[in-house]
C-alpha cells in the first residue's frame, strides 16, 4: 500500500457498478472492471495500469478474469478484509 496509485485503484473498485456504469462489455459488479477503464480513470498509460494491478494481483487485493482479449479486476473483498485485520492487531488497536 506504498502506492497512491494503487490505493486510488482499490478505491475506485470498491463501488464498481457506479465509478464504471458505462462499461458495456460486462457488468462491473459481477464481472469486475476492464483494465483498459481502469487506466482510463488514473489518466495513466495501460502498461503502468497493468503492473499497479499485477502487484494488487500479486498481494492477493484483486482478482483478474480474462475473457477474450479483455482483463477484468475485481477486488477480493475478503482478502482486504483480512489484511484490515491483520494490520489493526499489528498497530495494537
Known amino acids: 500500500m ?11 473498485l470498491a463501488k464498481p457498478g457506479e465509478r464504471f456504469a458505462g462499461q458495456w462489455s460486462a457488468d462491473p459488479g459481477e464481472t469486475g472492471v476492464c483494465m483498459t477503464l481502469i487506466a482510463e480513470a ?14 494488487l494481483r500479486q ?19 475478503a482478502a482486504i478484509a483480512d489484511y484490515l485485520t491483520w494490520l489493526a492487531a499489528e498497530l495494537g488497536q
Not at 506504498?2 to 486510488?8: C, D, F, I, M
Not at 498481494?59 to 473483498?77: I, N, Q
Request: glycine share 4%.
Open 2 to 12: 506504498a502506492s497512491e496509485t494503487r490505493l486510488a485503484i482499490l478505491r475506485m
Open 42 to 55: 488514473l489518466g495513466v498509460s495501460q502498461p503502468t495500469t497493468s503492473r499497479h494491478l499485477d502487484l
Open 59 to 77: 498481494a492477493g487485493f484483486l482478482t483478474v478474469r480474462r475473457h477474450h482479449k479483455w482483463s477484468y479486476c475485481k477486488r477480493d473483498e
